[in-house]
């Protein structure tokens, strides 16, 4: 099970800054999409550069162009790379088919998808690596989370790994833990904390616990 931190707020240097804290504790450092949109491709390779021992997810939620999307995060140094579930079949198998020349992972994001379970199994059966189970910011703010979701694509998806994402903090991550995804997503639970280092050696304590 692999920690992830995921990056939403902070500009490039900042971000490694923040890594340089927690590094040992965390596996995938996820560039968000607010910083894609921010800083470009170019927060990718910097953060890979920054800390080339550590994996690096470039959170696009590419809807279209899934093969070429692809092709310029992996030239951007990005070990996986972020697929809406609700995207086209088609858009899913070329960046799937792109992931798979470049020796590249990814991670369908199952935000927004209503039938949870239907569109799982047609995610899982078009190759991909990950399905994540998703609550947004703006569903969380309604009290909403993803555990449940995710006990929901554990049952029925055969090939692809689980992750979840959404609002997880260190009281809540021994619940998450229980459900055995293969890659728990934290971004706030430990970027908004005061001692973030302590925090992530915790979440990881736990997560390898299991």
């Known amino acids: 099970m692999k920690l992830q931190l995921a990056l939403d707020l902070v500009n490039i240097p900042d971000g490694i800054e923040l890594v340089k804290e927690v590094q040992e504790y965390v596996d995938i450092v996820e560039i968000g999409t607010p910083i894609v949109i921010n800083e470009g491709l ?29 092709m310029k995060a ?37 935000i927004g998808v209503k039938d949870l379970e239907t ?43 689980t992750a979840v994402a959404g609002g997880i903090k260190l009281s809540t991550l021994p619940e998450v833990v229980k459900a055995e995804p293969d890659i728990v997503i934290v971004g706030g639970g430990i970027t908004g904390e005061a001692d973030k280092r302590s925090v992530a050696r915790e979440m990881k304590k736990i997560i390898e616990q299991g």
């Open 42 to 70: 170019h927060a990718v390779k910097a953060m890979k550069d920054a800390f080339p021992a550590l994996e690096v997810l470039a959170d696009l939620k590419v809807m279209d162009a899934g093969g070429y999307e692809v």
């Open 74 to 110: 992996a030239e951007a140094g990005a070990d996986y790379i972020t697929i809406l579930g609700v995207s086209e079949d088609a858009t899913i198998r070329g960046a799937v088919e792109e992931a798979r020349k470049r020796n590249k992972q990814i991670l369908v994001d199952m």
């Open 119 to 161: 569109r799982a199994k047609q995610v899982d059966a078009l190759g991909v690596d990950y399905i994540c189970v998703h609550t947004g910011y703006d569903l969380q703010a309604v009290g909403q989370n993803s555990f449940e979701d995710l006990r929901t694509i554990k049952r029925v998806v055969k090939n692809a790994k």
